[in-house]
């Protein structure tokens, strides 16, 4: 185990509340914690809760070969396990000295002090019999595992019930519950056990201690007992020496809280019995306290109808906005738009320029040229029109109707001119991309 030790002041705070008689959880000296039995769905299955120690017990059974040396007598197995969810101190995958001696004082105080009939589980002698397996599962550990182990486990099989079975020849049918109904087990008497702590050499006893007080505790008293006082199993352990005066004073004291224990066990018995006979909810999703958050539930108030849509339109009528505040599209340049007063998006924008300058620069005509150079030089007059931006520099010029129909020609000189001059735009342009990749 990986305790986490105690510092000194914390040592020297409990035993000197426990030497006030206080107790850190504020119980009085022979005070017991709170117990609450919660049942599962099916038979056999419990969940006690001593304070904060919560302890799971599941039982089942299944047909064996019985012993050689009892031929008629079933068998019962008890396996306790303390698993790192219940503390940090119990390592997974490991048997420690805490949970050997717990299995070893569970026999002692359930198997061999014979609270059930083994002779009532057998089902044909020295061939087929009942085997009980009772499994305790530690869900939280803040003291005193023992005693609740055993008030869970005993609960566990005072709840449980096995199938039914009948015999022909050699042959053994087991009924399911819906065949047949179960068998409870014949239980003489519940043995529950006490745990008593000594403190300073045995100058002071609690009862049911918790965690804190079983670190700093001298010695560990153990009494199992039935309701009928008769004493199941004993045990010591820590080596303080304890009169005779005391271990009487723990049976009368232990006798007292074991008929308070089983007044309460069997309580919880016949109400879940009564419960499942008359149908009602149970299990341990019913058993726990629904904490939810609640809201107030308003009345269903009639809501008037009448003049509903007008009212919507005069709504929508007054929403509208007018035409006047809404922004027209600005439109920059070809490609770009905007809408309303914002950053003007200047994107190709000088590109654009500088091609409409050199266009400019490109068709004005040398000023040699007569009056016919300059009116074939406007656009109306001649359009030139690129089909094919090729590295073959193809350019194809076409004359327009309107300048045959009024008699109008060009001049070849004048079109090789031109057309040398838009060769020449084109290079520059070439020469661009060419800079440009580069």
Partial sequence: MRDTPLSNCERQFILQAIAERQRLDGRQTYDYRNIKITFGTEYGCC??????????????????????????????????????????????????????????????????????????????????????????????????????ASIAAIVALSHFKRPDVSIQGEEVTVYTPE?????????????????????????????????????????LLVIAMNKHRELCTIQSSGGIMLLKDQVLRCTKIAGVKVAEITELMQKALENDKKVRQEGGKFGFAESIPNKRITTFKLDEAPVDTDGVEEQAEEIVTKAEPSPSLIPKPIVCAPGTGQIGEGIQNEWMIDDLEEEEEEDEEDIVPEPGLGNDNEKASKPTDVEIIQLSDSEEEELIILEPEGMQKKGRKIKSEEAQQITSKIVSKNNKKKQKKKGSQL
């Fill in 47 to 148: 969940i006690v809760e001593l304070g904060k120690t919560r302890v799971l017990a599941q039982v089942s059974c299944e047909l064996v070969t019985p012993k050689l040396s009892r031929p008629t007598e079933g068998i019962i197995f008890f396996n306790l396990e303390l698993s790192p969810m219940a503390s940090p101190a119990f390592e997974p995958g490991r048997q420690s000295e805490l949970l050997v001696k717990l299995n070893r004082l569970l026999e002692r105080c359930l198997r061999n002090s014979k609270c059930i009939d083994t002779e009532s589980l057998c089902v044909v002698a020295g061939a087929k019999v009942w085997q009980i397996r009772v499994d305790l599962h530690l869900l939280n550990h803040d003291g005193n595992i023992i005693d609740a």
């Fill in 179 to 219: 065949e047949r109904d179960p068998i409870p087990l014949s239980i003489h008497h519940m043995p529950i056990a006490v745990s008593f702590a000594f403190f300073q050499q045995g100058t002071y006893l609690l009862v049911d201690p918790i965690e804190h007080e079983e670190r700093v505790m001298d010695g």
